[in-house]
């Protein structure tokens, strides 16, 4: 008598073998691109070029501030999101739609309402961040666009509104 191999053995190897590697890839991630740290200037608008291509999310994670006073919030200056969308004949900069802001818990979005505000014939305000403490080191803001995007660069205005608060000094961006 021969020895005859379970029924399907390779079918059931392929089958665990797919589980392994989409349990492994799943907890990665992939896409994310690391595009450095960038310092924001104190007194002057600054614009941080990212030309990057085929993006879903931006994070900036906060690794800096300027410190005015001891004891103060933290707070963004004005962020834009300039660039290009995918599916346009032309590549006029335009700035950006964004779908979704998210912040990690010790942050605050100003006007998240109207960052975020959906009809395509409104103005769009700023993405504005302030902190709930004292300390915003090592905090991240998440940004989601409604689809896949060219980002030429980020602008940050100076707006000298908020000389009490500690300015943002520098961003360690990610993309997604």
């Not at 896409?31 to 007194?43: A, F, Q």
């Not at 305000?125 to 660069?153: G, H, L, M, R, W």
Request: glycine fraction near 2%; charge should be positive; include cysteine.
């Amino acid at each position: 008598m021969s020895y005859k191999p379970p029924k399907y053995l390779f079918f059931y190897l392929l089958i665990i073998t797919f589980g392994i590697t989409l349990t492994y890839f799943s907890y990665t991630q992939l896409n994310e691109r690391d595009l450095g740290i960038y310092n924001v200037s104190n007194s002057s608008d600054t614009k941080l070029n990212l030309d990057i291509k085929n993006v879903n999310k931006l994070t900036l994670e906060i690794k800096n501030i300027y410190q005015n006073q001891e004891k103060s919030l933290c707070k963004s200056d004005e962020i834009y999101v300039y660039g290009t969308l995918r599916n346009r004949i032309n590549n006029d900069i335009v700035r950006i739609r964004i779908q979704n802001i998210d912040v990690t818990n010790q942050l605050k979005i100003v006007s998240k309402s109207t960052s975020i505000e959906p009809t395509r014939n409104y103005v769009h305000t700023p993405i504005v961040i302030i902190s709930e403490n004292f300390d915003c080191i090592d905090e991240v803001i998440k940004i989601v666009f409604e689809e896949e995007v060219n980002i030429k660069y980020l602008l940050i205005k100076n707006t000298g509104k908020y000389k009490t608060y500690n300015k943002i000094k520098t961003y360690n961006i990610k993309a997604y």
